[in-house]
Every structure is written in structure tokens, then in C-alpha cells.
């Protein structure tokens, strides 16, 4: 599991996380929102030791990240995907970028073909096996940055905002094979995002504003709330947002919604009153 106990960072001067205690378990599949900001990138860089506590600590299966003993150990079982592809790349050529990772761990060439071929064919890039990742665009890099992790495969895997150039057929795709990874192989998933509909999906949300965490628990009592997502600065997603303003009407459709077709089902079984 990731423990995260009492961890602050400051950018000049201010506190840019603050105090945050955070116990993620394996085989979850955690969504973190937050306006811009608010702290979920710096969060992200301490779990594979990118950055090193300022104060407190963050544990990743008994490994200190502060321990640089450690730093290996850690990386391979931490990989994070990063919104900007341009500084993610470690070779030039796709393939070479995405054979990276298997070759380090010290797969065989078999066994990092295996994983080349499932991560390429996994993101929808097998076509640009033998680019010049220079040539692509910023989507395609992400795509490859994305395969880079699927070929790796960390047990904690952390995709921070790393779909926001696709369209939404490939970020589609890319959250179903996250989801596949995360029920079929128990990875662990932390989805960064500022899609209230993806992080609907997870098994818990977190809501980060101004360094701190100022909600966490199951997506339907968060998205059910919608004093709190408004004063984090974010969006009711639209199904809950029209089955609260039904309910303010006098139509009282029971659970929240978290889907259209949850909400389709709850209008189509009204039966007056409130449930
Ligand atoms: N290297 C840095 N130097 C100075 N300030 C920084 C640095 N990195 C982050 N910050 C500041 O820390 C705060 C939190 O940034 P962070 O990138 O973690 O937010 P975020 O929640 O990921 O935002 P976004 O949704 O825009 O990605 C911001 O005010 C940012 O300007
Ligand atoms: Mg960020």
C-alpha cells in the first residue's frame, strides 16, 4: 500500500501541499480532482520519489521514498504518466521507448517483445511502431508515454491528466484498458483528472483543493454533494446535477445518479412522490 503520513510542500513560501495523510490500498482504482492548482501534480511526483518529502513521509509497500537505497525499488513499482508528453520520452524511436521499461527489469527480448506488442496494440499506436517520436503529435506522444507504462507494468500505476489531447474515443479506450488492468491483474490505479464523469468510474474519489484533501469516499456520496463540488471549484456531473434540480422541484428520484443510464432508469421508474 501507499502511506502517506503528514506531507507538506511549499513553492515559495506557500504551502502547496499541507499536512496530507493519505492511505491508498492495493487493487484500488482511486480518481483525484481539484481545480488547478490545487496540489494533485506535486501530490503525484511524490509517490515515485520525483520529489522527496519536504516534511512527513510517504511509504510505498514499507519503502521510504526518502531513502535513495530505496529509489530503484520504488520506481519500478511506481510509474506515472504526466499531462505533458514532450519531456516523457527516453529514446527517440517508439519502439525503443516503449521496450524501455521491459529491458531494465530485465525481461527477455521474448518476453519484451510480448509486452511492446500488448502495450502498442493496447493505446492504438501499432502503426507508429518505427517513428521518430519528434514526428508525432502531441496526442500520439501521450499515447506513447501511456504505452510506456502498459509495458512496464507497476504495480501502482498514476496517470496524471495524461489523456487531455486525445479524443474521447482514444481516452475511452485508454480508461477501459485501465480499468481491465485494474480488475483482471489487481493494479493499482490513480487516475488524475478534471472529468467528473471518469473519476465517476473509480472505486473512490478524492478531492484536493488548496494542498489539503477535502473529501474522500465513495463517488456516489461525493457526487451527490453538491455544496462540495461547487466550493472545490468543480462541475456536478450532468445526471446528478439534473436529479438534484428535480429533487429541488418536488421530484424526488432517490439515489443520485451517476450515469445517464442510471438516471434514465430512475425517471423511467418515478412513480410520484419521494422514494
Ligand atoms: N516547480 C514549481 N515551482 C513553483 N511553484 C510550483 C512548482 N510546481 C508547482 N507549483 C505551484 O504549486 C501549486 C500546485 O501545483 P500542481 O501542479 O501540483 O497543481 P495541480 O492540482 O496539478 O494543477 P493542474 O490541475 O493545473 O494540473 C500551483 O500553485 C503551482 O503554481
Ligand atoms: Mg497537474
Redo the contacts with the bound molecule.
Keep these: 500500500m501507499i502511506k502517506i503520513t503528514g506531507l507538506c510542500r511549499s513553492?515559495?513560501g506557500r504551502a502547496?501541499l499541507d499536512n496530507i495523510d493519505l492511505d491508498i490500498e492495493k487493487g484500488g482504482f482511486i480518481a483525484i480532482l481539484?481545480?488547478?492548482?490545487?496540489?494533485?501534480?506535486?501530490?503525484a511526483r511524490h509517490l515515485n520519489a520525483l520529489l522527496i518529502p519536504e516534511r512527513g513521509n510517504v511509504e510505498i509497500d514499507g519503502m521510504d521514498t526518502s531513502d535513495s537505497s530505496a529509489l530503484f525499488a520504488i520506481r519500478e513499482r511506481v510509474g506515472i504518466v504526466f499531462?505533458n508528453p514532450d519531456s516523457q520520452a527516453v529514446a527517440s524511436i517508439v519502439e525503443d521507448d516503449t521496450a524501455f521499461a521491459p529491458e531494465n527489469l530485465g525481461l527477455t527480448e521474448d518476453e519484451t517483445e510480448e509486452r511492446i506488442a500488448f502495450a502498442l496494440r493496447a493505446v492504438g499506436i501499432e502503426r507508429l511502431r518505427r517513428r521518430s517520436i519528434n514526428e508525432l503529435s502531441g496526442g500520439q506522444k501521450q499515447l506513447t508515454a501511456i504505452a510506456g507504462i502498459l509495458a512496464m507494468r507497476p504495480e501502482y500505476m498514476v496517470f496524471d491528466?495524461c489523456t487531455s489531447m486525445l479524443d474521447p474515443e482514444a481516452r475511452r479506450r485508454i480508461l477501459d484498458c485501465v480499468h481491465e488492468l485494474n480488475n483482471k491483474y489487481g493494479t493499482t490505479i490513480i487516475w488524475i483528472t478534471?472529468h467528473m464523469d471518469e473519476a465517476a468510474e473509480a472505486d473512490r474519489v478524492i478531492i484536493?483543493d488548496n494542498g489539503t484533501i477535502k473529501a474522500d469516499g465513495a463517488p456516489r456520496g461525493i457526487f451527490s454533494d453538491a455544496a462540495l463540488i461547487s466550493s472545490s471549484g468543480l462541475k456536478l456531473l450532468e445526471c446528478a446535477a439534473l436529479a438534484l434540480r428535480l429533487r429541488d422541484n418536488g421530484y424526488d428520484l432517490g439515489t443520485v445518479p451517476l450515469t445517464a443510464q442510471e438516471l434514465a432508469k430512475a425517471v423511467s421508474g418515478y412513480t410520484g412522490g419521494s422514494k
Excluded: A, D, I
Design positions: 513553492y515559495e502547496v481539484g481545480r488547478n492548482g490545487s496540489g494533485k501534480s506535486t501530490l499531462q491528466e478534471h484536493m
